[in-house]
């Protein structure tokens, strides 16, 4: 059975229907060493609960599949880039990033305050104080934020 993640990203920035539109993406740009090494556990066809942050409100809106397992990130080399770091370089890389592509939007976009007041969801690192943009998710946590976002009770 696959691993299950939750990625967050500013619909702003990257949205679910962008992902949608474009069919697979890089998932680019990640500067936190945390959620550096958990892209670097991800593995082909795991599970990702996509996540629209500094939304209002901020809710799981979709679903996505890792569909390249980590690789160096290219944009820590390039001088033009936001994501410049000095300090990485191909022979060296300090950054990484995997590949997702899109499986589904959600019927119904999950907000957080709901995550947080579903008790089957105690434990979820996004309910609690975790601000990292790549997290791991407990399988019974991904299967009941799509049942909820599918309207299944259980």
């Known amino acids: ?49 996509f ?3 500094n939304a209002n409100p901020p809710s799981v809106v979709g679903i996505a599949r890792v569909c390249r397992e980590a690789y160096p990130d290219h944009t820590s080399w390039d001088p033009e880039s936001r994501y410049f770091d000095p300090k990485s370089s191909p022979e060296e890389p300090r950054w990484w990033m995997v590949d997702i592509a899109f499986v589904e939007e959600l019927p119904r976009p999950v907000p957080l305050s709901e995550l947080k007041a579903e008790p089957a969801l105690e434990g979820m690192l996004v309910t609690g104080k975790s601000r990292l943009s790549v997290q791991p998710v407990d399988r019974r946590h991904f299967d009941r934020v799509v049942e909820l976002a599918r309207g299944e009770a259980s």
């Not at 998932?27 to 082909?44: F, H, I, K, P």
């Open 51 to 53: 996540y629209h942050s």
């Open 1 to 49: 059975m696959s691993n299950c993640w939750l990625m967050k990203s500013e619909p702003g920035a990257y949205s679910i229907d962008d992902l949608e539109r474009d069919g697979s993406t890089c998932w680019d740009g990640v500067r936190n060493y945390q959620a550096r090494n958990l892209m670097r556990e991800m593995q082909q066809d795991d599970a990702v609960l």
